[in-house]
Nanobody, 116 residues
Framework: QVQLVESGGGLVQPGGSLRLSCAASGIIFSNYVMGWYRQAPGKQRELVATITNGGNTNYADSVKGRFTISRDNAKNTVYVQMNSQKPEDTAVYYC??????????WGQGTQVTVSS
């Protein structure tokens, strides 16, 4: 079955950095647009960034210039490097693999807390 397993979350101070990883299995990784989304308490899930197999990226305005999404097709893994983090980046971060409305899969999420 399809599995997306996130790792790398945790507690970071404002201005600090974290890198999240998402290892995918059960899919042909290169066929999927990979993405990161986040959901803060009391808020809807929102886009962080996506990346196509060809390396085209899309970012939420709130993270442009601070976050970088990348993928390693040989390892079936997508990453997001998060720099200059702010308290408002605190959320559960979810990995997403999407090929179509039907083939749209989510990881279980990893908590990122930005606090001093």
């Amino acid at each position: 079955q399809v599995q997306l397993v996130e790792s790398g979350g945790g507690l970071v101070q404002p201005g600090g950095s974290l890198r999240l990883s998402c290892a995918a299995s059960g899919i042909i990784f290169s066929n999927y647009v990979m993405g990161w989304y986040r959901q803060a308490p009391g808020k809807q899930r929102e886009l962080v960034a996506t990346i196509t197999n060809g390396g085209n990226t899309n970012y939420a305005d709130s993270v442009k210039g601070r976050f970088t999404i990348s993928r390693d097709n040989a390892k079936n893994t997508v990453y997001v490097q998060m720099n200059s983090q702010k308290p408002e980046d605190t959320a559960v971060y979810y990995c997403n693999a999407k090929r179509s409305a039907v083939f749209n899969f989510w990881g279980q999420g990893t908590q990122v807390t930005v606090s001093s």
